[in-house]
């Protein structure tokens, strides 16, 4: 019912930029109603929680480890989010995902396990 695309990702160098996008898609999405994340796996390691936006609550968490280079933002016209990303580091190389749900409370938008949806990623690479 809900369908997430990104785009965006590649390869870059240390201090790069890239813009990942995610469009969601199908008549079960409401962005006024529906949280969107951003979700990251690096090589090795488990997913972790980037950032997100919740119309709803009106909350935008965002990980520290990304705070002040990353920042989220969104055209409900569009139904898309972007994720811009600044002075990326070699930490930062990860398959990142998108994901949304409805009526995730505030306390859980940073927990995958929330998520109902999910598009099949867009790969980072960041180079030293």
């Known amino acids: 019912q809900v369908q997430l695309v990104e785009s965006g990702g590649g390869l870059v160098q240390a201090g790069g930029s890239l813009r990942l996008s995610c469009t969601a898609s199908g008549s079960g999405f409401s962005f006024t109603r529906y949280a969107m994340a951003w979700f990251r796996q690096p090589p090795g390691k488990e997913r972790e929680f980037v950032a997100a936006?919740?119309?709803?609550?009106?909350?935008?968490p965002i990980a520290d480890s990304v705070k002040g280079r990353f920042t989220i933002s969104w055209d409900s016209a569009k139904n898309t989010m972007t994720l811009q990303m600044n002075n990326l580091k070699p930490e930062d190389t990860a398959i990142y995902y998108c994901?949304?749900?409805?009526?995730?409370?505030?306390?859980?938008?940073?927990?995958?396990?929330?998520?109902?949806?999910w598009g099949q990623g867009t790969q980072v690479t960041v180079s030293s």
């Open positions: 994901a949304t749900a409805g009526g995730i409370i505030m306390s859980q938008l940073r927990n995958q396990l929330g998520y109902n949806y």
């Open positions: 936006v919740s119309r709803r609550t009106g909350s935008t």
